[in-house]
């Protein structure tokens, strides 16, 4: 049996279709944690439930992604990430069917919960297949494409769920998946490679991955609770402090395990840490604009969800066209240059949404997101790489997870934290509790948004000076 996909020239002749197969289901399992919030009010009004309970549609698929990331990761290193990528696929394509029957409310969250099941075994193998299989002179172009399907699925999510509302009913966000999910198990069915030999004499950190689960569950069950009844809230309160036992109790099994869910010594790797934590921070800046930028153009400026769709779909439409570039323009010159030139085109942005008011420019505006999208298809591509190249084969798949928690980490602490502030600065400004967009008075909402721009540049500058003091460069 060949022990490196590189010396296998079946594999080689069919790297680029395996990554069509895999970067479909990457967008699919990425769209599904974004493109269901445009359809809440039809949800909540077709189902007869509040609205408060049909953001659990969203939450839950969120919540079971964190908690099983890690889990599947490792599980992918010890007994095949392809084997646990197909399984993936196969409950995620049953749970979109599941979730677009018009049953009850408790049908579509156990359907989601299955989905986000397959999601997160999908997402914690995609990027530790592609890093094994391309070889380092490609993989930055590779994992660039990678990240492009993570950003469209990501950020498209209101755009394509608006215009699938425009002519069908909600199940359809969901029934979208099951054809195209379809074709590409068949398409994986005959270019996917076997795993390479997995007789890993390796057990399984259950304890480890059970406190883990808790303690994400926990986390963020009280944030989205939270900002649903009010973090003072005993309940909230309660369900921080088992997330704080949880991530104690999770530290110190990790620690004496022999083979622990995740060794903390990967974390001393510089690469892979900052790069990381880079990340994850342009994650969060990311997920900022994704909440704000609808109030802005909706309610604010008073466009059409078609037009501000139109807007939006800048971000992620520049991001794939230029991730892929930046991606082979690292394999030849490296990769921290470019992260760099990256962040500070995001810094920009940032600064240019801090200024923005009512009487900007719609131009402008439309600019500052292309803009966005320019910087992060710099960006994410060679961040990518050197987050994936920097480990060792044998620990590429909890490393495919780890990258993925910080993507979704960042996603759900940029969507909390956005309204959080945006709610807080706003009824500061006030003088008077605001939990909605103040209708008759633009003027406070875009004090608040100011403020979670500045809030978003100041991450964002972060980021930038993580990234500015990693050693290390990762090239040809």
Aim: aromatic content about 10%; overall charge positive.
């Amino acid at each position: 049996m060949k022990q490196s996909y590189l010396e296998d020239e079946e594999v080689q002749r069919h790297r680029w279709w395996i990554l069509a197969a895999i970067g479909l289901f990457t967008i699919m399992a990425t769209l599904d944690g974004s493109i269901v919030n445009i359809a809440l009010p039809v949800i909540s009004r077709d189902l007869e439930i509040p609205m408060n309970q049909a953001e659990w549609v969203v939450s839950l698929y969120l919540i079971v992604i964190c908690a099983l990331l890690l889990f599947f990761g490792k599980l992918g290193d010890l007994i095949g990430k392809i084997k646990i990528f197909r399984i993936g696929t196969l409950f995620f394509v049953a749970g979109s069917f599941l979730a677009g029957i018009k049953g009850n409310f408790s049908l579509l969250l156990a359907a989601r919960a299955i989905q986000a099941f397959g999601a997160s075994m999908t997402m914690a193998t995609n990027n530790g297949i592609i890093t094994e299989i391309f070889p380092l002179s490609e993989r930055g172009k590779a994992l660039g494409m990678i990240g492009s399907f993570v950003a469209l699925g990501s950020i498209a999510g209101p755009g394509v769920g608006g215009l699938i509302l425009a002519h069908l009913t909600w199940g359809y966000i969901f029934w979208i998946n099951v054809p195209i999910g379809v074709l590409t198990i068949i398409l994986g069915a005959f270019i996917l490679p076997a795993d390479l030999n997995q007789k890993s004499k390796q057990s399984l950190d259950y304890k480890g991955a059970l406190t883990f689960a808790v303690l994400m569950i926990g986390l963020f069950t009280a944030i989205f609770l939270g900002q649903e009844i009010g973090f003072t809230s005993v309940l909230v309160i309660v369900l921080f402090v088992i997330a704080a036992v949880s991530l104690w109790l999770f530290i110190k099994i990790e620690l004496v395990q022999t083979d622990p869910l995740i060794s903390f010594a990967i974390f001393k790797n510089q690469q892979f840490s900052r790069s990381l934590l880079t990340g994850f921070l342009i994650f969060v800046t990311n997920f900022f604009f994704n909440v704000i930028s609808p109030f802005y153009l909706e309610n604010a400026r008073g466009l059409s969800p078609r037009i501000a769709g139109y807007i939006l779909m800048l971000f992620p439409l520049v991001q794939v066209v230029v991730a892929p570039l930046s991606g082979a323009i690292s394999d030849r010159i490296g990769t921290k240059l470019l992260a760099i030139i990256g962040l500070c085109l995001i810094l920009v942005s940032q600064l240019g949404y801090l200024l923005t008011n009512l009487q900007t420019p719609l131009w402008l505006f439309a600019a500052n997101v292309g803009l966005v999208g320019l910087g992060n298809g710099i960006f994410q591509a060679p961040n990518n790489t050197t987050v994936m190249s920097s480990v060792s084969v044998k620990d590429l798949g909890i490393a495919g997870g780890i990258n993925a928690l910080a993507r979704n980490l960042g996603m759900v602490i940029g969507i909390s934290g956005a309204t959080t502030v945006l709610f807080a600065a706003m009824s500061s400004h006030a003088g008077r509790q605001i939990t909605t967009y103040p209708a008759k008075t633009p003027e406070i909402f875009i004090f608040g948004m100011h403020a979670v721009f500045l809030l978003a540049f100041v991450i964002c500058l972060a980021g930038l000076l993580v990234a500015c003091r990693r050693k290390g460069e990762m090239k040809k």
